[in-house]
């Protein structure tokens, strides 16, 4: 009696305390454990190297596992779920990042890179302009090769 | 061209090393928790060997200290004399409360048999309580203010100077 009397009086944090009342149907049998597995997929298991939830055989992933079970059971949905661990653990908990900042921002840097790049290699092979190549020389434009041209008895064309 | 291109590797090399730079003067134990300045999410939970229930609400009034511990961690054995002697130093002004999770009952009586205690040490049956705290491992301390808003958060074996100083984030609320 003492024992159930605990029982009752025991509370832990409930999602509805985060993120309201459930917006979904309640999910049960073959289709929690798939959907079990989905969404926990979604959550960085927070004491492992990059593992997700549903993959890690932690004890916290698997009670982060049971929680996830648990609250689809209830009819909690995807986002609300995502949401309730992002609120404990904050963005770094999802797995997927929300913004798409994340995603673009390193095709930006590659594409700025990219022109950096091709604006230098333009710029070296190009060079500065060179100067002009000088006349050829001929016997009329010097005298001198006409005088050298006259001693050695060559061709003068 | 080419101070266009000096120009634009001078603005990067700068904002590495602002990062780096923002980056090297943070404490690495000093983990931003978006609980920070929300309330404390609610629990009542069993005190350790009896039948007792602690109820969270029942430590408003006054600073509280959440740490969250397990007898299989190595640095919560570390950190457990400072907390024991912080609380004798520092109740009932301000008040002490241990969460474990991930262990066992017999454990932890005895470890608290054999190092004492200052505060009461409640369980964490199925880790929810840590779970909606947005703990990662143990040691883990939060402390709340008087009216249950978490003020400040500590990751890792603390002692009394770091008690100290995250208590003074609770005192400048």
């Known amino acids: 009696m003492i024992l159930l009397v605990l029982l009752l009086s025991l509370k832990v944090p409930d999602a509805e305390q985060f993120v309201g009342p459930p917006k979904g149907a309640p999910v049960a049998d073959a289709q929690l454990f798939q959907r079990t597995r989905e969404v926990a997929s979604l959550l960085r298991c927070p004491v492992c190297q990059g593992m997700s939830v549903a993959d890690s055989p932690s004890e916290m992933a698997i009670n982060m596992k049971e929680q996830v079970r648990e609250l689809l059971a209830r009819g909690y949905t995807e986002e609300q779920i995502l949401k309730y661990f992002e609120i404990s653990y904050g963005q770094f908990v999802l797995l997927k990042p929300k913004s798409p900042v994340i995603w673009i921002l390193p095709i930006i840097a590659l594409v700025v890179g990219a022109v950096l790049v091709i604006l230098k290699i333009r710029n070296l092979s190009g060079g500065p302009p060179s100067p002009p190549a000088p006349p050829p020389l001929t016997p009329e434009s010097d005298p001198y090769v006409a005088r050298v041209r006259d001693l050695v008895g060559g061709d003068k064309s | ?173």
């Open chain 2, 1 to 173: 061209m080419n101070r266009t291109v000096l120009f634009v590797g001078v603005i990067i090399a700068a904002a590495l090393v602002v990062i780096l730079f923002v980056g090297l003067g943070k404490d690495p134990s000093a983990i931003h928790s978006p609980l920070i300045d929300k309330p404390a999410p609610e629990f009542s939970l069993r005190e350790v060997g009896t039948n007792k229930t602690v109820d969270l609400t029942q430590y408003r009034g006054k600073p509280l200290i959440i740490n969250f511990w397990a007898t299989w961690c190595g640095p919560c054995w570390e950190e457990h004399p400072s907390l024991v002697a912080s609380a004798r130093q520092l109740q009932p002004d301000v008040q002490f409360l241990g969460v474990v999770f991930q262990d066992k009952e017999e454990k932890i009586l005895g470890f608290l048999n054999q190092r004492g205690t200052a505060y009461p040490t409640v369980v964490d049956e199925k880790g929810k309580t840590a779970i909606a705290y947005g703990v990662g491992g143990v040691p883990e301390s939060y402390f709340l203010d008087a009216k249950g808003t978490i003020r400040a958060k500590f990751v890792g074996p603390m002692n009394g100077d770091i008690i100290q100083e995250n208590l003074q984030k609770v005192l400048r609320q």
